[in-house]
């Protein structure tokens, strides 16, 4: 059984910084592709970041230049730095892994406000 444990969320002021972590436990023996979404209340699911194992590391046009997502792979836990954040970021932020099955994380809320 595989589980994805985030931490990281809170409240921030704009212009601000979080750094999101996503710790996976259980056995994955192949990973097609891994990264981050968010959703807000009333709009669509946003892909935020992705890594795909044969491709290459993409972001939504909204965070580019300001969020890096990252991996460590001696912990098992795969990271997202969010740098200048908006208020237009606050959202809760979901971890994914995609093998032969989807995982999720639980779900991390990002408040940002002054």
């Known amino acids: 059984q595989v589980r994805l444990m985030e931490l990281g969320g809170g409240l921030v002021q704009p212009g601000g910084s979080l750094r999101l972590s996503c710790a996976a436990s259980g056995s994955i023996f192949s990973i097609n592709d891994m990264g981050w979404y968010r959703q807000a209340p009333g709009k669509e699911r946003e892909l935020v970041a992705t890594?795909?194992?044969?491709?290459?590391?993409s972001y939504a046009d909204s965070v580019k230049g300001r969020f890096t997502i990252s991996r460590d792979n001696a912990k098992n836990t795969v990271y997202l730095q969010m740098n200048s954040l908006k208020p237009e970021d606050t959202a809760v932020y979901y971890c994914?892994?995609?093998?032969?099955?989807?995982?999720w994380g639980q779900g991390t809320q990002v408040t940002v406000s002054s």
């Open positions: 890594m795909p194992t044969s491709g290459s590391t």
């Open positions: 994914y892994v995609y093998s032969a099955h989807a995982y």
